[in-house]
C-alpha cells in the first residue's frame, strides 16, 4: 500500500514537471516568434545603412530600432554609396568613344578600350551660369563641317551636336574671318580647328561621349566624412525616401529607393533643366488657348501673352505652373520635348524614370529615390540657378502685356538652410518632394539630399528626416569626443 502512494506520488511530481516545462518551452517559443515579428516589422518600416553593418560594428537590430543603445558602438561610417561617376566606367572595350574631361580640359578619343588621341579643351561653358556645359552620357546626334550660330552669330567649324543647342567644335569666327574673342563660349566644347577636324573625321553620328566634371567639393581635402550615432529612426508616412550627401553619394537612411513611383511635380526640374539646355534663354514664347487648357495652376499666365524662356522659370518652379510647362513642350515640339526629358535622364543615369508629360499632370511620369539623387546631384552641382529659383520668396516680373508677382509656394523656401527643390502632387503619387539641404556638421558644411515619395504627410516626413540627421550626424573629427 505505502509502495502504491509513492508511486502516485511519485507520478504526481513528473506530471508537475513536466508540464512545467511544457509550459516553459511555450512560453520561450512564443517570445521567440514575436520577437520576429517585431523585428520583421520594424525591417519592413525603414530601410537603413544602420541594419546592414556587421556584429562588429551594431551588437543587435533592437539598437537600431530605438532600443537601449549600445555607448561604446554607437557610431557607424554609411554602408551604402551611390558611386561618383568616372571616365574609367564610361569607355567601351570596342568600338569609339569620346571623353571630354572639363576637369583636366582634355579631349580623349578611345578606339576599342584604347587611347588613341587626346586634344586640349579651349574653353567650355562658365560654371554657374545658363549656359554653363552639361555633363552626362551623350551620343554624337550630327556632323556639320562648318555650323553657322544663329545665336553668336558666329560660324564654327567641324561641329559636332551632341545634346540640344551644345556641340563640340573648333574655334569660331565672325563671318569677315575675325576669329572670336578668348573667354567662356556659350557651353559648347571648344577646340583648335585642326585638332577639332581630327575628332570630326573620328567621330560617327552615333558615337557615345561622356562629358565630365566633378563638384567643387569631391576633391576638399579639408572635408570630414560624416557619421551617423545609433538612434531612434523617425516615424514617416512615405513609402519610399533617401537622404544622401549630394558631392560623396553616401546614403545616411533610405526606405525603397530603387522602387518606382509616380513623382508629379519634381517632374518640373528636368522641364527647368531641358529647357534651359534646349531653347535659348532669350527666345519668346506666346501663351495661347491650347497652353492655358492644360490641368491646374496658370501661374497666372494670359492669353497673348508673351515671356522669355528665361522669365518662365519663374511660375514653373516657384508656383508649379502646368502652364508654364506646357508652354516649354509646346514651344519646342511636345514630343521632342519629352525625347530630350527621358534622354536628359538616361544621359544623368537614371535608368528606372520615365516622362510622358512635362508637368507631373500624368501617372506615368515615375522615378526612384535612387534617380533622383542624380537629378539632385546634377542640379545642385551643374544647374544651381534652377534651386536657386526654387528659394526665392517671391519674384516681380514685367512682360510687354503684364505685371506679375509670383510668391514661392515650396514649403521650406523660408528656411535659412534650404538650398532649393521641389514638391508634387497627384492622386496616383501622394505627396512627393525633393529637397536639397546645406547642413551644419562639426565645423563643416554638407549639402545633403532629402527625397520623399508616396508620402501622405511631406512637411512632416521631412521634417522629422531632418531632425534625425541633425541630432544623428557627425563628423570624424567629432568622434573623439564621443564615447567609442
Not at 535659412?416 to 556638421?441: H, I, R, W
Request: with cysteine; hydrophobic share 35%; net charge negative.
Amino acid at each position: 500500500m505505502r509502495t502504491q502512494n509513492n508511486d502516485r506520488k511519485r507520478s504526481g511530481v513528473e506530471i508537475v514537471f513536466w508540464a512545467s516545462m511544457l509550459f516553459f518551452l511555450c512560453m520561450v517559443s512564443i517570445s521567440f516568434y514575436m520577437s520576429k515579428t517585431i523585428s520583421k516589422a520594424a525591417g519592413e518600416e525603414v530601410k537603413s545603412p544602420m541594419v546592414e553593418l556587421d556584429a562588429t560594428q551594431v551588437k543587435s537590430s533592437s539598437s537600431v530600432l530605438g532600443d537601449k543603445a549600445t555607448p561604446e558602438k554607437e557610431i557607424f561610417t554609411p554602408q551604402k554609396t551611390i558611386a561618383i561617376d568616372t571616365i574609367e566606367n564610361h569607355i567601351p572595350t570596342l568600338g569609339k568613344f569620346v571623353a571630354a574631361d572639363l576637369d583636366s580640359m582634355k579631349l580623349i578619343l578611345f578606339e576599342d578600350g584604347g587611347i588613341k588621341e587626346t586634344f586640349p579643351i579651349l574653353s567650355k561653358g562658365k560654371p554657374g551660369s545658363f549656359w554653363e556645359t552639361p555633363s552626362g552620357d551623350y551620343k554624337i546626334l550630327s556632323k556639320i563641317r562648318t555650323h553657322f550660330s544663329s545665336v553668336g552669330k558666329v560660324y564654327m567649324p567641324y561641329s559636332m551636336q551632341f545634346y540640344g543647342n551644345f556641340f563640340i567644335h573648333g574655334w569660331p569666327y565672325y563671318p569677315d574671318g575675325t576669329p572670336v574673342a578668348p573667354g567662356y563660349s556659350g557651353g559648347c566644347i571648344r577646340l583648335d580647328v585642326e585638332d577639332a577636324r581630327k575628332v570630326f573625321e573620328f567621330v560617327e553620328n552615333g558615337t557615345p561621349i561622356f562629358v565630365h566634371e566633378s563638384s567643387e567639393d569631391d576633391s576638399n581635402p579639408k572635408r570630414e566624412d560624416i557619421r551617423i550615432k545609433d538612434i531612434p529612426l523617425p516615424h514617416l508616412t512615405s513609402d519610399a525616401f533617401i537622404i544622401a550627401d549630394i558631392n560623396t553619394g553616401e546614403v545616411f537612411l533610405e526606405k525603397n529607393m530603387k522602387n518606382v513611383y509616380p513623382i508629379a511635380s519634381i517632374t518640373k526640374l528636368m522641364t527647368a533643366i531641358v529647357a534651359n539646355e534646349a531653347i535659348m534663354f532669350d527666345r519668346v514664347i506666346t501663351i495661347n488657348d491650347y497652353i492655358l487648357e492644360t490641368h491646374g495652376d496658370s501661374g497666372h499666365l494670359q492669353k497673348g501673352e508673351e515671356i522669355t524662356a528665361n522669365d518662365l522659370l519663374y511660375p514653373l518652379l516657384m508656383e508649379s505652373s502646368n502652364d508654364a510647362a506646357k508652354a516649354y513642350s509646346y514651344y519646342y515640339g511636345e514630343t521632342g520635348f519629352i525625347s530630350l526629358m527621358n534622354k536628359k535622364a538616361e544621359a544623368l543615369g537614371m535608368t528606372d524614370t520615365t516622362f510622358t508629360d512635362s508637368s507631373g499632370i500624368s501617372s506615368g511620369n515615375t522615378s526612384t529615390g535612387y534617380d533622383l539623387y542624380l537629378m539632385a546631384k546634377y542640379l545642385n552641382n551643374k544647374k544651381s540657378f534652377i534651386l536657386a529659383i526654387t528659394r526665392l520668396p517671391e519674384k516681380e516680373l514685367l512682360t510687354p502685356q503684364h505685371e506679375h508677382r509670383f510668391t514661392n509656394f515650396n514649403i521650406f523656401s523660408d528656411d535659412s538652410d534650404f538650398v532649393g527643390g521641389k514638391t508634387g502632387y497627384t492622386q496616383a503619387a501622394n505627396e512627393t518632394m525633393l529637397s536639397v539641404f546645406k547642413l551644419q556638421v562639426g565645423n563643416d558644411k554638407y549639402n545633403v539630399a532629402f527625397i520623399v515619395l508616396g508620402s501622405k504627410d511631406r512637411e512632416k516626413d521631412v521634417q522629422s528626416l531632418l531632425q534625425w540627421f541633425k541630432e544623428a550626424a557627425v563628423n570624424s573629427a567629432s568622434k573623439s569626443s564621443l564615447s567609442l
